[in-house]
């Protein structure tokens, strides 16, 4: 994934601006994203426990780690942006909003804010930090969260997807559960797909 990642934005460099006005998008997305969750599943054994399809531990503290996460999540953007003026590397902001595409942009936007959200936590905090917690705990977040941030494919924005990704990881192993991170997970992402056309 990683590999694939960087080799095609080598090739095709930015993506479109406008990509999430198409519909090929979404449907690339939920293709794509099929083919990864169905080798997660097999390498999983489909088993909902190196998953961790389960609920949280404590639903109270997985609303508590959830708002550290976002907090701190948002402040390491933040000034990372003011340091390093990394822009929309990864290409998905609209240079405009087009009301004849609005059908379109939404599609994406529930693929983006759904699907994706949870293929990726059950590929990362699922079955990623189910094989490397023997490692430790620690190891395991910081490795997930880098695996995440190159699975991307970015180079200017990489720290920002790499902090996300540790702290999703951390929510995980804190809570015994990849829900609050695909609910995080997909949260965050709606709030950059309004932010983007607001």
């Not at 990683?2 to 934005?9: E, N, V």
């Not at 701190?72 to 609209?94: C, K, S």
């Not at 599609?107 to 023997?134: D, K, Q, S």
Request: net charge positive; hydrophobic share 55%.
């Amino acid at each position: 994934m990683i590999a694939l990642a960087y080799a095609t934005r080598a090739v095709s460099g930015k993506p479109d601006p406008n990509v999430l006005y198409q519909w090929s998008t979404a449907i690339g997305g939920l293709i794509q994203d099929g083919i990864v969750l169905f080798f997660v599943l097999l390498i999983a054994g489909f088993s909902k426990e190196r998953l961790a399809l389960r609920r949280p531990s404590s639903y109270r503290r997985a609303a508590a780690l959830i708002g550290i996460t976002v907090v701190a999540i948002y402040v390491f953007e933040g000034l990372y942006t003011w340091l390093a003026h990394p822009g929309n590397e990864q290409g998905l902001t609209p240079a405009a909003w087009e009301p004849q595409h609005a059908a379109a942009y939404v599609v994406n936007g529930i693929v983006i804010c759904t699907w994706i959200p949870f293929v990726e936590e059950l590929t990362f905090r699922g079955l990623g930090y189910t094989l490397l917690a023997r490692f430790g705990q620690w190891q395991a977040i910081a490795s997930v969260g880098l695996l995440f941030g190159l699975a991307h494919g970015l180079v200017v924005e990489l720290p920002i997807i790499v902090v996300f990704g540790c702290m999703l990881t951390w929510v995980r192993s804190r809570t015994d559960s990849v829900y609050p991170g695909m609910l995080l997970h997909g949260t965050f992402n709606l709030i950059a797909l309004v932010a983007a056309v607001a």
